[in-house]
């Protein structure tokens, strides 16, 4: 048995997908190799269907390309992005998984200041299956991790926490700038290794980013929904913050704490700044209304499920951003139809149509 | 003029003081001697005004004792705890100056992960001089710092942040926990070191703690009230979190923001968790009536001054809080009383009636 060792199991092996929305080959899976090896991946392929992607040998995956999309979905395929990354939150609808864990393919394996590979995913399970504090602010940062705790002053009552629904990681190397902050700043590089993970309080936004990102899907799934980007519509690059206003509000409401923070992955490539703008420009424009619009949300207590939220969000979307542009009319009858999608794919009933193009390890 | 090197004019030199409550002789200055010597000290003592207290030659300093306190402020004085380092609000009553640092006499100097001491006082003048974002998250933390900038997603007309009131500054060695938390992890020790400031949300409270602490006096100076502790009051060890709370609603209604992070202290000594549990197990019991009464305490728009915010908050703990234990209508009182010995203080004619004990470098 020499030098077959075997591998111990990682944490939530069979209660984890992995959801990759890709372009090319998935070289940069090498790197990963260690950490996701024993996990399955969901591949959403987007642009040119008849293109092959090149898994590397040994991964257990499942792949989607457009006409699996449309072929699953029917009709309702046109809530989901085509030529953008938006396009992966078809891979939440589809996996069967408690738990999503997400990356980009220009993402990599990052260092701690101690030179040591961080394994992202792990500490992704570790924030998601440790309590969030969004009520009370910890000065000493996640209280529940090892060496810390709550300080002096924290209300008894408030340290069971909150349920955690979410996981946002960040990013050494190239920072998530938008189009005129990396015009501004092109060879501005993030070294900063900031040793913490944070609960988002209550009543705050934040930038979601969906480069490095977990979810318990079971919860806030039917919440992550990353909106219509990229061909034939008159935006990108907003379709993981669309999601994260949408999800933040409802957790919110549903009394569920949302983490930033720890693990940080290694972000290779600076994408062109000059598209960005293109596809930001107006995002950056209608920003500054979105954001007085879900600061100000508020959902009925009627509203006790995710999908009952959404629906009722998708509602004040569409009478209250219609009039910041028709974009939104169709964003919100989208969002309804994304729902409906995933009531219909999680159902007991619907696996015998749900046949992806994936090859088992 | 070789070995007598001109030292360089440290931040706010003259716009700045150190305010420290003490029983005892301030040896623990020798340490801060490189950072502190050229900044102007308020030192509060506390206890027997008898007993002499030294301090290292060379600082330039005013001390007032608990006679100073009588004479200076007359029946006033009663809004002035003894025994207590909560009498230390009495340096930021008596002060001049723009800023205050205060700090605690058993704080030492800490080092940074690449072994340099820490100059804690110029970052809390970095904090105060660069603006906060109360108004929504960032998550690669303060964009105003060097190497960092605000992510995408982050609205452009908040970029310019909000005036900073408040920088809490953090504790390597013993954290600050409360007597349950010391008695049970006697030997925990913060090791940490997060390289991070964050702003705490408008709508957000957290616990503020008094050991490593400055603000701009002008702005919030009259909302720095440390309570009604120690001798005669059935509590300890709230006088910090009390102003905490109180600064932190006035600050969200003024639009001011309030930062906290770095930087570090060393925090050289646990104080006997016994002793603190006597004076905290009433706050412990009242603060889960406190933390909502200021989650949902509201400022009228007419309150446009600190003073008459501080006010009207005195009004709603008679009003609210003095169900929960008649301590509270003495402490509305003495709130009141605060900010009235402050104006009384800081108009342009008070200056005759103040003079310290005070021995000039």
Known sequence: ?????IKPTPLLKDELDIVIPTIRNLDFLEMWRPF?????LIIVQDGDPSKTIKVPDGFD?????????????????????????????????????KYIYTIDDDCFVAKNPSGEQINALEQ????????????????????????????????FSLREGATTAVSHGLWLNIPDYDAPTQLVKPLERNKRYVDAVLTVPKGTLFPMCGMNLAFNRELIGPAMYFGLMGDGQPIGR?????????????????????????????????SNPFVNLKKEYRGIYWQEDLIPFFQAAVLPKECVTVQ?????LAKQVKEKLGKVDPYFIKLADAMVTWVEAWD??????????????GTAK
Not at 1 to 5: I, K, Q
Not at 308 to 312: D, F, N, P, T, V
């Open 1 to 5: 048995m020499a030098g077959s060792a």
């Open 238 to 270: 907003y379709d993981d913050m669309w999601a994260g206003w949408c999800m933040k509000v409802i957790c919110d409401h549903m009394g569920w704490g949302v983490k930033t923070g720890l693990p940080y992955i290694w972000h290779s490539k600076a």
């Open 61 to 97: 995956y499942e792949l989607y390309n457009r006409n699996d999309i449309n072929r699953i979905l029917g009709p309702k395929a046109s809530c989901i992005s085509f030529k953008d990354s938006a396009c992966r939150c078809f891979g939440y609808m589809v996996s069967k998984k």
């Open 308 to 312: 009952q939220c959404y629906i009722e």
């Open 124 to 155: 992704h399970i570790k924030n998601l299956l440790s309590p969030s504090t969004p009520y009370f602010f910890n000065t000493l940062y996640d209280p529940y991790r090892e060496g810390a705790d709550f300080v002096r002053g924290y209300p």
């Open 344 to 357: 219909e794919l999680n159902s007991s009933e619907e696996k015998s149509s749900k046949q992806p193009n």
């Open 36 to 40: 996701f090896e024993q996990y399955h």
